[in-house]
Antibody, heavy 117, light 110 residues
Framework: QVQLVESGGGVVQPGRSLRLSCAASGFTFSSYGMHWVRQAPGKGLEWVAVIWYDGSNKYYADSVKGRFTIFRDNSKNTLSLQMNSLRAEDTAVYYC??????????WGQGALVTVSS | QSVLTQPPSVSAAPGQKVTISCSGSSSNLENNYVSWYQQLPGTAPKLLIYENNKRPSGIPDRFSGSKSGTSATLGITGLQTGDEADYYCGTWDSSLNVGVFGGGTKLTVL
């Protein structure tokens, strides 16, 4: 079945870096655009970034632009998010999700990132 | 402040009907499909409606969607206590090249 599994979350100090990964299975990963969406504690969904199916285009939310980088390895069916210069307001559960025919589906189980000293 | 506007909360009794609105702009809702997501407490979002009014397999026909111009609506009939969740609308913003979501609506089944 189609599945997305995030990893790499944890506690990190402000200003430090962290890399999230998302392992995809059950579908042809290289055919789909992929997104990261986050959710701060008790808050709503916030779109973070997208990467085209072939990695040719990437777009970011203003809140992370210049600090986060989305990339993918189609040979390993893996999506990643490199997060630098982390801030307290980046604390959230980060979800990877596939964009398929005008919908975000499915979603991974999420990876919790806590930025705290 | 979310790009798409939803009411913070709605409520209704079991068996009743409820609607959740989602308001956007010409660069997002008006010119792109809307999708809706259900998030039960402590879980990841789940697709409910896509391309304005289509239901994925496994989603009961109690859930429906519509869109007109810069607004969209999710409807839920025959409310059940298991429908208590947060509901989000989402779409793509063609001008900004970003994904956008509503702030979420908490449904309470009284």
């Amino acid at each position: 079945q189609v599945q997305l599994v995030e990893s790499g979350g944890g506690v990190v100090q402000p200003g430090r870096s962290l890399r999230l990964s998302c392992a995809a299975s059950g579908f042809t990963f290289s055919s789909y655009g992929m997104h990261w969406v986050r959710q701060a504690p008790g808050k709503g969904l916030e779109w973070v970034a997208v990467i085209w199916y072939d990695g040719s285009n990437k777009y970011y939310a203003d809140s992370v632009k210049g600090r986060f980088t989305i990339f993918r390895d189609n040979s390993k069916n893996t999506l990643s998010l490199q997060m630098n210069s982390l801030r307290a307001e980046d604390t959230a559960v980060y979800y990877c999700t596939r964009y398929n025919s005008n919908r975000f589906d499915p979603w991974g189980q999420g990876a919790l990132v806590t930025v705290s000293s | 402040q979310s790009v798409l506007t939803q009411p913070p909360s709605v409520s209704a009794a079991p068996g009743q009907k409820v609607t959740i609105s989602c308001s956007g702009s010409s660069s997002n809702l008006e010119n792109n499909y809307v999708s809706w997501y259900q998030q039960l407490p402590g879980t990841a979002p789940k697709l409910l409606i896509y391309e304005n009014n289509k239901r994925p397999s496994g989603i009961p026909d109690r859930f429906s969607g519509s869109k007109s111009g810069t607004s969209a609506t999710l409807g839920i009939t025959g409310l059940q206590t298991g429908d208590e969740a947060d509901y989000y609308c989402g779409t793509w913003d063609s001008s900004l090249n970003v994904g956008v979501f509503g702030g979420g609506t908490k449904l309470t089944v009284l």
